[in-house]
T-cell receptor
């Protein structure tokens, strides 16, 4: 089945380290997103990309960067991790849609990141 | 930008009872409102959505209502079952923005 996958699933790191979270999809979708989930705060958008040459900041992009290496891959980097970046990170994808239709976002399984 | 508020943050109901979760949004340009369900340790999954040209939509035991004038929308679950226990998120999206803004989530517990 077509799916969205994330690696690693769990990561513990130390303050100041550079971390990369990877997302791959076999759904053939153009659009990819990175969210972080914190208890009581819901899902907040970090970055999103509508195609390989398109990168857009979300609500909370400070301290993060992304790379869209191919249609199927979207990586999130923390250049210098800090403890308040401890969270559950989700990648999501959606189709382009037609005639302005809004399309379902499909989420990956999540990466639990702990910054000590 | 868009702001979405969701209430209540936790909700406990007896099996068989109904559950209602409410959300309000701030951007009158928002025209798409999905609801996602996240079971413990799992990824969020879409359960129902509604566009702004529709006032109500049903799918078996779940329904969503939208009041554009008041800028609020609600999720209704009837005849709740233990497997309905999860975190539910509402979201809103404006056509021009093309990105979802989520509410903070509601933890629903169905007691058997």
């Amino acid at each position: 089945d077509a799916d969205v996958t994330q690696t690693p699933r769990n990561r513990i790191t130390k303050t100041g380290k550079r971390i990369m979270l990877e997302c791959s999809q076999t759904k053939g979708h153009d659009r990819m997103y990175w969210y972080r989930q914190d208890p009581g705060l819901g899902l907040r958008l970090i970055y999103y990309s509508f195609d390989v040459k398109d990168i857009n900041k979300g609500e909370i992009s400070d301290g993060y960067s992304v790379s869209r290496q191919a249609q199927a891959k979207f990586s999130l980097s923390l250049e210098s991790a800090i403890p308040n970046q401890t969270a559950l990170y989700f990648c999501a994808t959606s189709d382009r849609g037609t005639s302005g239709r809004n399309n379902e976002q499909f989420f990956g399984p999540g990466t639990r990141l702990t910054v000590l | 930008g868009e702001n979405v508020e969701q209430h209540p943050s936790t909700l406990s109901v007896q099996e068989g009872d109904s559950a209602v979760i409410k959300c309000t949004y701030s951007d009158s340009a928002s025209n798409y409102f999905p609801w996602y369900k996240q079971e413990l340790g799992k990824r969020p999954q879409l359960i129902i959505d509604i566009r702004s040209n529709v006032g109500e939509k049903k799918d078996q035991r779940i329904a969503v209502t939208l009041n554009k004038t008041a800028k609020h929308f609600s999720l209704h679950i009837t005849e709740t079952q233990p497997e309905d226990s999860a975190v539910y998120f509402c979201a809103a999206r404006a056509e021009y923005g093309n990105k979802l803004v989520f509410g903070a989530g509601t933890i629903l517990r169905v007691k058997s």
